[in-house]
């Protein structure tokens, strides 16, 4: 009523005052609010956040609602990796995850512990997955993911350059690879290069070696106290350090990445680098015309490689179209959904009912990569794998430049564990 | 009719109408200027207030991010930053780059700012060549300086370098200290136009009739400068050091992408930390403590800086 006293002006404009006020105020609160909205008529609609981008997923999902009409995938997609797992993080906790989302090396004790995922192990297609796949996203006898691929790491070798040295069969040991770095060396060619942003491949097969002569145990024995990183891993990590004290390779690659490193190799100004099977179709297309191929990393009598289980596909626990979503993980697994998914990345497959015809150069890795005999210690982590790994990162580019040494490196780890566990 | 009303009215009751109106109405447009503040003030409430008391609180948990179950831990996650060596290490290198960074940036901005408010041929064009690298993003430069820092042979830098003089590649980024110095270098280099053209701002509106005097009394250029010209600069200094210091201390875009925190923890900064803590980790209970605890750092370095910086105002003009 106290708008009526005052003097028409006065009231004119503080009513329009007002007005644009409470515009503005409402503009801010939609602004912040956002919106959402699901649903459709006749049809049930399926959410999916993606690890894979649109060119991988899109003809994917294209071939499930084809084979599956009334139900209509809708995809987000986000970016591996901590944009993806934070995105995932705050959806979980505001309970507006997607029905059927990813699950991987660095959510998968959050999100088995959490109940976040459901029960896949009576699944019809869970039969039709590697024993390295289940093995991975297993946890107290229940299935909590499905995936469907494995990625191999070893040395990539530019045939070309080798040849110049002489060298046409791969080292079969550590001294042998050594002894083709210096070759390399005093031949003006650069022998080697790995990027020192994450445990490396050559390293990770090297433990892998250990792991083996443990039976597969090393990780449990380390967690549960029997064994530690100063008794496992400072013989692969003295090894491995050889290479930097030789000077087959540069302790410069402290501060590369792995795009860096990609990079001086489709140039051609490294004879060998340490990679993935994934880095392989980007290489072949910046550099058609060099002949590669992947070598088993040389232990001190035997090979390995290095590899890990990729995502898998995890449904929701609280998923309202729990039936709809089991379809879609279903077709994801079939021999039609993978079929379509290898086209798009060429990646090593691994369902049984379904064989990938592979790039040649990956040859060398597919039986050992597909029976899952591979390495990766932040996927074997049973626990505080991210903090790990960060952890591990950080010495290991400390041990590069020379700072450290490689029992001072275990240790560190040792005892980063026992102040995580504390 | 409202007028014969009031002066049908005795004047003891008029006298007392009129405050109580003026008040009213004074009451009544101030009500409706505040609720201009209402957008600002949901948008602090919801992006900054809310968050933050939500941090304070997460503080004393062990909340991992993802489940809502979780349990009050006390003092623990606080006891944790300070027995954590990475965190010790973070921490050094954001305040020693957030030091550096100040101090260098002045040293070089004002220098810089005379030379652009001296009239010679193409001074437009230099002011903007100067401010240049204040538009981008930082993200992208760090990704631009990381080409150029290369410690490989081949790396931009080190081929000028070997072409010159002959010498084998450096280790730019690859040596802690080399890492620490060229992350320093790059934000030196990407902040002092900005920070110049600040100081010029300031000494263009310093009266020219000082500096007559000034010189008309047989002041020498350096002496103009050191009493007149720096003490009428110390505002902008106050702003300059403002935006460096906090700039500097919450820190992140550069060193993430020219360096990744490394290599080992050498370019590591709390910011990084607390991401690291929170996302990757999942322990967003001592990301929380470590940025609640960040916070009243950040404060206690700005207001001492402000009052270093009120101090040297009061003195100087």
Same mark, same amino acid.
Request: proline share 5%; with cysteine; charged share 15%.
């Given at each position: 009523?106290?708008?009526?006293?005052?003097?028409?002006?006065?009231?004119?404009?503080?009513?329009?005052?007002?007005?644009?006020?409470?515009?503005?105020?409402?503009?801010?609160?939609?602004?912040?609010?956002?919106?959402?909205?699901?649903?459709?008529?006749?049809?049930?609609?399926?959410?999916?956040?993606?690890?894979?981008?649109?060119?991988?997923?899109?003809?994917?999902?294209?071939?499930?609602?084809?084979?599956?009409?009334?139900?209509?995938?809708?995809?987000?997609?986000?970016?591996?990796?901590?944009?993806?797992?934070?995105?995932?993080?705050?959806?979980?906790?505001?309970?507006?995850?997607?029905?059927?989302?990813?699950?991987?090396?660095?959510?998968?004790?959050?999100?088995?512990?959490?109940?976040?995922?459901?029960?896949?192990?009576?699944?019809?297609?869970?039969?039709?997955?590697?024993?390295?796949?289940?093995?991975?996203?297993?946890?107290?006898?229940?299935?909590?993911?499905?995936?469907?691929?494995?990625?191999?790491?070893?040395?990539?070798?530019?045939?070309?350059?080798?040849?110049?040295?002489?060298?046409?069969?791969?080292?079969?040991?550590?001294?042998?690879?050594?002894?083709?770095?210096?070759?390399?060396?005093?031949?003006?060619?650069?022998?080697?290069?790995?990027?020192?942003?994450?445990?490396?491949?050559?390293?990770?097969?090297?433990?892998?070696?250990?792991?083996?002569?443990?039976?597969?145990?090393?990780?449990?024995?380390?967690?549960?106290?029997?064994?530690?990183?100063?008794?496992?891993?400072?013989?692969?990590?003295?090894?491995?350090?050889?290479?930097?004290?030789?000077?087959?390779?540069?302790?410069?690659?402290?501060?590369?990445?792995?795009?860096?490193?990609?990079?001086?190799?489709?140039?051609?100004?490294?004879?060998?680098?340490?990679?993935?099977?994934?880095?392989?179709?980007?290489?072949?297309?910046?550099?058609?015309?060099?002949?590669?191929?992947?070598?088993?990393?040389?232990?001190?009598? $035997? &090979?390995?490689? !290095?590899?890990?289980? *990729?995502?898998?596909?995890?449904?929701?626990?609280? +998923?309202?179209? =729990?039936?709809? %979503?089991?379809?879609?993980?279903?077709?994801?697994?079939?021999?039609?959904?993978?079929?379509?998914?290898?086209?798009?990345?060429?990646?090593?497959?691994?369902?049984?009912?379904?064989?990938?015809?592979?790039?040649?150069?990956? $040859? &060398?890795?597919? !039986?050992?990569?597909? *029976?899952?005999?591979?390495?990766?210690?932040?996927? +074997?982590?049973? =626990?505080?794998? %991210?903090?790990?790994?960060?952890?591990?990162?950080?010495?290991?580019?400390?041990?590069?430049?020379?700072?450290?040494?490689?029992?001072?490196?275990?240790?560190?780890?040792?005892?980063?564990?026992?102040?995580?566990?504390? | 009719?409202?007028?014969?009303?009031?002066?049908?009215?005795?004047?003891?009751?008029?006298?007392?109408?009129?405050?109580?109106?003026?008040?009213?109405?004074?009451?009544?447009?101030?009500?409706?200027?505040?609720?201009?503040?209402?957008?600002?003030?949901?948008?602090?409430?919801?992006?900054?207030?809310?968050?933050?008391?939500?941090?304070?609180?997460?503080?004393?948990?062990?909340?991992?991010?993802?489940?809502?179950?979780?349990?009050?831990?006390?003092?623990?996650?606080?006891?944790?930053?300070?027995?954590?060596?990475?965190?010790?290490?973070?921490?050094?290198?954001?305040?020693?780059?957030?030091?550096?960074?100040?101090?260098?940036?002045?040293?070089?901005?004002?220098?810089?700012?005379?030379?652009?408010?001296?009239?010679?041929?193409?001074?437009?064009?230099?002011?903007?060549?100067?401010?240049?690298?204040?538009?981008?993003?930082?993200?992208?430069?760090?990704?631009?300086?990381?080409?150029?820092?290369?410690?490989?042979?081949?790396?931009?830098?080190?081929?000028?370098?070997?072409?010159?003089?002959?010498?084998?590649?450096?280790?730019?980024?690859?040596?802690?200290?080399?890492?620490?110095?060229?992350?320093?270098?790059?934000?030196?280099?990407?902040?002092?136009?900005?920070?110049?053209?600040?100081?010029?701002?300031?000494?263009?509106?310093?009266?020219?009739?000082?500096?007559?005097?000034?010189?008309?009394?047989?002041?020498?250029?350096?002496?103009?400068?050191?009493?007149?010209?720096?003490?009428?600069?110390?505002?902008?200094?106050?702003?300059?050091?403002?935006?460096?210091?906090?700039?500097?201390?919450?820190?992140?875009?550069?060193?993430?992408?020219?360096?990744?925190?490394?290599?080992?923890?050498?370019?590591?900064?709390?910011?990084?930390?607390?991401?690291?803590?929170?996302?990757?980790?999942?322990?967003?209970?001592?990301?929380?403590?470590?940025?609640?605890?960040?916070?009243?750092?950040?404060?206690?370095?700005?207001?001492?800086?402000?009052?270093?910086?009120?101090?040297?105002?009061?003195?100087?003009?």
């Amino acid at each position: 009523m106290s708008l009526f006293r005052t003097s028409p002006s006065n009231r004119s404009r503080l009513v329009s005052r007002t007005a644009i006020a409470l515009g503005a105020s409402l503009v801010a609160v939609a602004a912040l609010a956002g919106c959402s909205s699901a649903g459709g008529s006749g049809t049930t609609t399926v959410s999916f956040y993606s690890w894979d981008g649109t060119a991988t997923m899109k003809p994917v999902i294209a071939g499930f609602e084809k084979a599956n009409p009334t139900i209509k995938i809708q995809a987000s997609y986000g970016t591996p990796v901590q944009g993806y797992i934070s995105t995932l993080q705050t959806r979980l906790n505001s309970g507006t995850a997607s029905d059927v989302f990813i699950i991987t090396a660095e959510n998968k004790q959050q999100l088995m512990d959490g109940g976040f995922v459901k029960d896949l192990s009576d699944e019809p297609f869970a039969s039709n997955l590697a024993t390295a796949a289940k093995d991975t996203y297993t946890k107290n006898g229940k299935l909590y993911g499905a995936a469907v691929a494995s990625w191999g790491g070893g040395i990539l070798a530019n045939e070309d350059l080798l040849a110049k040295v002489g060298v046409t069969t791969p080292p079969t040991n550590w001294a042998d690879f050594i002894s083709l770095c210096t070759k390399l060396k005093d031949a003006g060619i650069t022998p080697f290069y790995e990027p020192a942003d994450g445990i490396s491949v050559s390293l990770a097969a090297l433990l892998g070696i250990e792991n083996q002569k443990l039976n597969g145990q090393m990780d449990a024995k380390i967690f549960d106290g029997s064994s530690s990183f100063a008794k496992t891993w400072t013989g692969p990590i003295t090894t491995w350090s050889e290479l930097f004290s030789s000077g087959a390779e540069s302790r410069s690659v402290a501060g590369l990445t792995g795009d860096q490193v990609t990079t001086e190799f489709e140039k051609g100004n490294v004879a060998m680098i340490g990679t993935g099977s994934w880095a392989l179709g980007g290489i072949q297309a910046a550099a058609p015309s060099l002949k590669l191929d992947f070598l088993a990393v040389p232990g001190v009598s $035997s &090979t390995y490689w !290095a590899g890990a289980v *990729s995502p898998g596909y995890a449904i929701n626990a609280k +998923s309202k179209n =729990t039936s709809a %979503a089991e379809k879609f993980v279903s077709y994801l697994q079939s021999s039609a959904g993978v079929a379509l998914y290898q086209k798009a990345t060429a990646s090593i497959t691994t369902t049984k009912d379904f064989t990938p015809t592979l790039d040649p150069a990956l $040859s &060398t890795m597919t !039986a050992a990569v597909r *029976s899952g005999d591979f390495y990766l210690p932040q996927v +074997s982590w049973p =626990t505080h794998s %991210a903090e790990l790994n960060t952890e591990a990162t950080s010495q290991l580019q400390e041990l590069i430049q020379g700072k450290t040494t490689p029992s001072a490196v275990a240790a560190d780890l040792d005892a980063k564990l026992k102040s995580l566990a504390g | 009719m409202a007028f014969e009303t009031v002066a049908a009215m005795p004047q003891s009751r008029l006298a007392l109408r009129r405050p109580q109106r003026g008040r009213l109405r004074r009451w009544r447009e101030e009500a409706g200027a505040s609720l201009f503040l209402v957008p600002v003030l949901i948008v602090f409430v919801v992006l900054f207030a809310i968050p933050m008391s939500q941090s304070v609180y997460y503080s004393f948990t062990n909340f991992n991010g993802y489940s809502n179950d979780f349990a009050n831990v006390g003092l623990r996650n606080y006891a944790l930053i300070f027995t954590d060596p990475t965190l010790a290490s973070a921490l050094g290198f954001t305040i020693t780059y957030a030091i550096a960074l100040t101090v260098l940036v002045t040293l070089f901005a004002i220098p810089l700012a005379l030379i652009l408010n001296r009239k010679f041929f193409g001074r437009n064009f230099v002011r903007s060549v100067y401010f240049f690298p204040a538009i981008p993003s930082v993200a992208i430069l760090g990704l631009v300086w990381g080409f150029i820092l290369n410690p490989l042979g081949d790396g931009v830098l080190n081929t000028v370098i070997h072409a010159l003089t002959g010498l084998g590649p450096v280790p730019w980024l690859a040596d802690s200290t080399l890492a620490q110095l060229s992350t320093i270098a790059v934000a030196v280099w990407t902040l002092t136009g900005w920070h110049a053209l600040l100081y010029l701002a300031y000494l263009q509106s310093i009266p020219s009739d000082f500096l007559e005097a000034a010189t008309i009394d047989g002041a020498s250029r350096l002496q103009i400068f050191r009493f007149i010209t720096l003490p009428l600069l110390t505002p902008a200094m106050t702003v300059s050091w403002l935006l460096l210091m906090t700039n500097g201390l919450k820190v992140y875009d550069l060193p993430i992408t020219l360096t990744r925190g490394g290599p080992g923890f050498a370019t590591t900064t709390i910011t990084q930390a607390i991401i690291q803590d929170g996302i990757a980790s999942a322990a967003v209970g001592q990301a929380s403590a470590l940025a609640v605890l960040f916070l009243l750092v950040v404060g206690i370095v700005v207001l001492a800086q402000l009052g270093l910086s009120r101090l040297l105002e009061r003195k100087y003009t």
